[in-house]
């Protein structure tokens, strides 16, 4: 079966800043392709020249197997599109914004009325679908948003950052709903900054580097060339930092790093923190805090491209937003 998603190649400029710098990509039908990366690492771009909005300089895109620059119609009748923020139109109620959008898919008024009640029911804004949506609150505007993106029933979904400003609350109902929809075998690129949003909704992450794809893999694979886990320990007694090291050290197999008082090592299991404990008791060493938590993004980069997530170049996330 040929990839739902495929990107070959794909490179774009503006002026003299390059977004993407032959991004290459494939996704499979029915599953969650996470497309990881800070501001400004091409991400939004990529999506953009895949949903028919931007046309790539060179390279090539496919969506359900049409070209995206020679058959964008045939593209623009598989694909749904949620951008960075909500682009629901404040001012009318929740019917109202996905009839809209339903009638301008041609969708006949009785059809698009059905249709909008059957969304805002999944969404869980039946209560709401009276009221304008500016009066809805963020997460509610973002679910709003996510249902406007399926009235016209499409086969494979992109989704921009569709966590931005949301609180965990929030957060956790669209992770539910994105899963929902893959069970019913629709297609996501979801883009994101969080290494943790797309370890729980990717089957496959393909990490990006100021245009280029540097990495792909599941998250599984990523966390572990990154380490895991990250063990975090603090002696009570600052003298004590430098056994601390060496412990972490040896028991790890990798160099530790020492900030503000805390020892830092990556985790490749669990049997790290309970081996560390037990050294560090018997050289008589305490602790007064350990910790053990997952790789962040900034680490998965740092690991995967030599450099911190943050040093992306920010000219490129201006040039998306424009």
């Known amino acids: ?19 993407l710098a032959g991004a290459s990509f494939s996704a499979t039908e029915g599953t969650v392709l996470g497309v990881l990366g800070p501001n400004g690492a091409g991400k939004t771009t990529a999506t953009r020249v895949l949903a028919t909005l931007l046309a790539p300089d060179e390279g090539r895109g496919l969506v359900g197997g049409f070209d995206v620059v020679t058959e964008p ?23 109202e914004n996905l009839v809209l959008i339903a009638r301008l898919l041609g969708q006949r008024r009785a059809a698009a009325k059905m249709r909008a009640a059957e969304l805002l029911a999944q969404f869980g804004l039946t209560d709401a679908a009276g009221r304008a ?47 929902g929809l893959t069970d019913d075998g629709v297609t996501v690129l979801l883009t994101t900054q969080y290494l943790e949003e797309a370890d729980q909704l990717a089957d496959d992450i393909v990490v990006i580097d100021r245009g280029t794809v540097v990495a792909r893999g599941t998250p599984l694979d990523l966390k572990s060339r990154a380490g895991a886990a990250v ?46 404990v037990r050294r560090l008791d018997d050289v008589g060493v305490s602790l007064a805090e350990l910790t053990l938590r997952r790789a962040t993004l900034d680490e998965v980069f740092l690991a995967l491209t030599g450099h911190r997530a943050i040093e992306a170049d920010p000219t490129d996330d201006l040039q998306e937003s424009a």
């Open 231 to 276: 063990l975090q320990m603090r002696p009570t007694q600052p003298e004590q930092l430098e056994a601390v090291r060496a412990v972490a050290a040896e028991l790890a197999g990798a160099e530790p790093t020492v900030e503000q008082g805390t020892v830092s090592v990556p985790a490749a299991d669990d049997a790290l923190m309970p081996a560390v």
């Open 73 to 95: 119609h045939r593209v623009r009748t598989l694909i749904g599109l949620t951008g960075q923020y909500a682009g629901v139109d404040e001012a009318l109620t929740g019917t």
């Open 133 to 179: 949506a500016r009066t809805y609150s963020g997460g509610m505007r973002r679910r709003l948003d996510l249902a406007a993106s399926l009235v016209g029933r499409p086969r494979i979904l992109f989704l921009d950052e569709p966590t931005t400003g949301l609180d965990p609350a929030s957060r956790n109902e669209l992770w539910d709903m994105v899963r």
């Open 1 to 19: 079966m040929p990839p739902a998603i495929e990107a070959d190649g794909l490179v774009k400029r503006f002026g003299a800043t390059t977004a």
